[in-house]
């Protein structure tokens, strides 16, 4: 069993950064890649980025290239999603998951969840 927990949430105005840590505890396996997803209330989960443990595969949503960069720090099993030039259309609670696959967009093939952190961009 995996334990995420997400931080860094926050409220910013438009043109602002935010850098959001996942922290992960308990099992973990060697193969597993990490994500970032993104739920408005109503709305579908949104795939933001993902990338494998080495850091060597890396996927990001079309809406955010140029924009967010994700990165982990593995001695400290900790995944990062830095966020600059912050929209509003970025308001969302965000979500950091685990998956034993390698890196995908499908929030269905991702095994464990964190519960969110909230992040409000207002102009």
């Known amino acids: 069993q995996v334990q995420l927990v997400e931080s860094g949430g926050g409220l910013v105005q438009a043109g602002g950064s935010l850098r959001l840590s ?3 505890s308990g099992r973990t396996f060697s ?3 990490m994500g970032w997803f993104r739920q408005a209330p109503g ?3 949104e795939f933001v980025e993902a990338l494998n443990w080495s850091g060597g595969d890396k996927d990001y949503a079309d809406s955010v290239s140029g924009r967010f960069t994700i990165s ?3 001695p400290k099993n900790t995944v990062y999603l ?5 929209k509003t259309e970025d308001t969302d609670v965000y979500y950091c998951a685990s998956n034993r696959g390698g890196v995908t967009r499908w929030a269905e093939e991702y095994d464990y969840w964190g519960q969110g952190t909230q992040v409000a961009v207002s102009s």
């Not at 830095?82 to 912050?86: G, P, R």
């Open 72 to 74: 982990r720090d593995n």
């Open 43 to 45: 709305k579908q989960r």
């Open 82 to 86: 830095q966020m600059n030039s912050l």
């Open 31 to 33: 193969t597993s890649a």
């Open 22 to 24: 996942c922290a992960a």
